[in-house]
């Protein structure tokens, strides 16, 4: 149960976290699930280039085909101005709706 429930809580939350990393660093579809599952946040392909596609649908991200050295050519995806935006609106939203979870918690806890 425990998986389940933390795969239906990336669920709501993968859009803002894929958008993160890529603010910080533009990257390719694999260095992105890489580092997503090193941050714990391990997401199958399936479930990561749906998200990616929309990101780039929406504008909020751009990608670039780009030569590699080492195999086939890679897409990378870089935020735009507006995915800046609404990266920094969300992350204000997101810092309030947890600290709301954890009031809520918090007074189950204390019981």
Excluded: H, N
């Excluded at 990608?63 to 590699?68: D, G, L, M």
């Excluded at 195999?71 to 609106?89: E, F, N, S």
């Excluded at 969300?90 to 007074?107: D, I, N, P, Y």
């Amino acid at each position: 149960m425990e998986q389940e429930r933390r795969s239906q809580w990336l669920r709501g939350v993968l859009d803002l976290c894929v958008l993160a990393m890529v603010a910080e660093q533009e990257s390719y579809g694999y260095q992105l699930a890489q580092r997503l599952e090193r941050a714990g946040l391990g997401v199958p392909g399936g479930t990561l280039y749906p998200v990616l596609l929309r990101l780039q649908r929406t504008g909020l991200v751009e990608a670039q085909w780009r030569e590699s050295g080492s195999g086939p050519a890679r897409k990378y995806y870089r935020i735009t101005a507006a995915g800046v935006r609404m990266l920094r609106q969300a992350s204000l939203e997101w810092t309030e709706f947890v600290g709301q979870v954890e009031l809520v918690l918090r007074k189950v806890a204390t019981r």
